[in-house]
């Protein structure tokens, strides 16, 4: 276990290591739920932040886990609370799903466990999504077996966050995963996701590894932590030194892990689902031990703007 002090408050360190930190980096990699927004609602400051970093000349790209909006709605949002930011600067498991299958020629339907805007997205990049009715099933033997029927045009699963998930959409899954051509791909896999109200909400944890364990199958992860999803990150926005990257997040498990995998720099921000009790009592190793943590991107602001202050007195 770590000891207390290994895990610095960024607002508590001295104003020169501060700097230090500030020009270490000129590209900022920032999660989205719990770092800049709750519910889609911004939190205070977090534009201005992000727009004092692009500011300092740091190239800022967006990275989450949440497909259940459509990539346009994101950037219409971003628009709105005046964050910086162009819609390519948005990178969603949407994208990395995309360019995943058309590296492969992908040409089979796609079973989609997931919400509108990812199937909106697929469809969008011209793939044919299998039928995944939303009709009550008669609960009789003979209709469960005419459900379960195998398509062998379905040539890929994808498992992402859905709402409306049901029992026969995963025994569907199934059907389709016993066959070894059949592509298991999978995105956010939490126990839980944050939620403003009455949550957390369920996550696709265990509905992933009950799927894994039953096909025998080991899934193509394309969202944080992954390395397939770093890598298309590195591949598609120009990183060629990591080291020269901040990743700022609010999860441990997802973001700091991830920023781990890409061998970036780590800011935890408390806003979201790492807690104070989280870096105080550090136990989860130094791949996702982040290099600061800090409250919000309010008090990251603060500290950007007392710099530049500071810069500016020197001219």
Request: contains cysteine; proline residues 5%; neutral net charge.
């Amino acid at each position: 276990m770590c000891e207390i002090g290994e895990i610095k408050n960024l607002a508590s360190a001295s104003r020169e290591e501060q700097t230090r930190f500030i020009e270490s980096f000129d590209h900022v990699l920032s999660d989205m739920d719990g770092v800049i927004w709750t519910a889609f609602k911004a939190f205070p400051d977090a534009p201005e932040c992000l727009t004092r970093l692009k500011n300092l000349g740091k190239r800022i790209t967006y990275v989450t886990n949440n497909t259940t909006v459509q990539i346009d709605e994101i950037h219409r949002l971003l628009q709105r609370f005046e964050f910086p930011g162009d819609k390519p600067d948005v990178v969603t498991p949407s994208r990395a799903y995309i360019n995943y299958l058309k590296s492969l020629k992908f040409s089979k339907k796609l079973f989609v466990i997931g919400g509108k805007g990812l199937k909106y997205e697929l469809k969008q990049a011209g793939f044919d999504l299998a039928e995944t009715s939303a009709v009550p099933l008669d609960e009789t033997l003979p209709a469960l077996m005419g459900a379960l029927t195998d398509d062998e045009e379905v040539g890929a699963v994808i498992v992402d966050y859905e709402i409306n998930i049901t029992l026969m959409k995963l025994q569907k899954c199934l059907t389709y995963l016993k066959r070894p051509d059949c592509l298991f791909i999978i995105g956010t896999a939490d126990k839980t996701l944050p939620f403003p109200r009455n949550g957390p909400l369920i996550g696709n944890h265990y509905f992933v590894k009950l799927l894994s364990e039953l096909s025998e199958r080991t899934p193509r992860q394309m969202a944080k932590p992954s390395p397939d999803y770093n890598r298309f990150i590195v591949e598609n926005y120009s990183i060629s030194n990591p080291s020269r990257v901040l990743f700022i997040g609010d999860s441990i498990e997802e973001d700091m892990k991830f920023a781990g995998v890409g061998g970036y720099k780590k800011l935890l921000v408390l806003s979201g689902s790492a807690k104070k009790d989280d870096v105080v009592r550090w136990t989860r190793g130094q791949d996702a031990k982040p290099d600061y943590y800090i409250d919000n991107l309010a008090a990251l602001n603060l500290i950007l703007g007392m710099a530049q202050s500071r810069s500016n007195r020197k001219i």
